[in-house]
Each structure stands twice: as C-alpha cells, then as structure tokens.
C-alpha cells in the first residue's frame, strides 16, 4: 500500500471547469506538499502547508489533518494548466513520501 | 538567478558503462537529494545528504553511488550495477532536511 494516495489518476476538463485533485495519506506528517510537473519534466513547488487553507492566484490548497487528507483546486481552469499534479508528504521522520500523480488535460 | 541545475538533459550511454549525472544550487542549501522517477510511479529517493561531506541512502540506492564535497554540488553515478538505469533523475534541495524541497530539470537517462 501507498503511504500516499491521489485521485483521479487522470482529468480531462473544458475550460474554465472547476478542477479537484484529492489526496490522501496514511502516515504522521510535518507538512504536505503540491507539485506541478510538466510535460518537460521540471517540477515546480506549488504549496506547502501543514494546517487549514492557502491560495495562490486560481490555486487552492487544503488540508484536513484529523482525516489525511489534502485537496488542490483550480478555479478557472486553463490549457496552461494541463500537467501532473504530485502531492507529496514529509513525515514526522522526516521522510518524503510521493504520490503517483494526478495528469490533468484542460481542453481549450 | 538563484535555482537547482542539472545537465545534461538528455543523456545515452551504452550498457556497463558508469555515468554520472550533474546537480548544482545556488540556493545556499544545506540539504539536497536525489529521485528516480519512473512512469505510473511515484518518485523514489536513491539517496540524500543533509550537510556536505554527509550523505545517506535513500529507499533505491542499489547500483548508484554520490558524493557530496560542496555544498552547491550533488553529482549522482549511476554505475553498471544498476539492473534497469533507463529512466528521469530529479534532483532536489532544501534549507534543511525538513524544508521545502525545489527541484531541478531533470536529466532523462537512456541506456542502449
């Protein structure tokens, strides 16, 4: 078993569609992490949170520690947005833990 | 610009050959890892040092070996010992071993 688990594994939206990527993990955590990798390959550090809300421009991160789990929404979603998404977990350990990734295509 | 690099992007080698794959910051970090990601899957740490001169073994450090002499630089050897090296190597660093991790471009490795 995944110490993290994504869904969807895969997204298709039309543009301007509010967008959902949940995460879920199983161990004790320091923080979690979203992701956004592109088709290139590079990978940019979207949010890192530990408790509540943030947000950053049509990004939105959440966090509900009682229950492991996290969501990422985009508002307004965008062809410019299409890319994996990954969350990732340090635990209490100081361990990294990554899901597989959620691969979203917003279609013009 | 201050970042994480790591050359070259693509990179071929032929079977039993050991190759190295380049990672440097510029970011004052203390802590800087390596990942081997591989399709369906999530990333794996191959190994990680927390301050130079130290480093540790991640959950996949079979057939790979590193060194950590500056604090800017991370060099990853993917050695012939390495059963299946074909794959995309994320390099990563952190404040501490705790922070948020930046990444870099990542080198694809294709082994013939």
């Known amino acids: 078993k995944n110490e993290v688990e994504q869904s969807p594994q895969n997204l298709t939206a039309q543009e301007g569609e509010f967008i959902t990527i949940n995460c879920s993990y199983s161990v004790g955590i320091s923080a979690l992490h979203w992701l956004q990798q592109h088709p290139g390959g590079g990978i940019v550090s979207l949010f890192m949170?530990?408790?509540g809300k943030k947000k950053h421009g049509r990004l939105i991160a959440t966090i509900n520690i009682q229950e492991k789990h996290s969501s990422l929404h985009i508002t307004a979603s965008h062809p410019r947005d299409s890319a994996v998404y990954i969350c990732a977990v340090s635990s209490a350990g100081n361990q990294f833990y990554f899901g597989t990734g959620t691969s979203l295509t917003v279609i013009p | 610009d201050g970042g994480i690099t790591q050359s070259p992007k693509y990179l071929f080698r032929k079977e039993g050959q050991n190759v190295t794959l380049s990672c440097e910051q510029n970011l004052n970090h203390d802590a800087m890892y390596w990942y081997r990601q591989d399709p369906g899957q999530g990333l794996r740490l191959i190994y990680y040092?927390?301050?130079?001169?130290?480093?540790q073994k991640g959950d996949i450090a079979e057939g790979y070996s590193v060194s950590r002499e500056k604090k800017e630089s991370f060099p990853l050897t993917v050695t012939s010992a390495q059963k299946n090296p074909t794959a995309f190597y994320l390099c990563?660093?952190?404040?501490?071993?705790?922070?948020?991790?930046?990444f870099g471009p990542g080198t694809r490795l294709t082994v013939l």
């Open positions: 040092s927390q301050i130079v001169n130290d480093f």
């Open positions: 949170l530990s408790s």
């Open positions: 990563a660093s952190s404040i501490s071993r705790k922070g948020e991790q930046f």
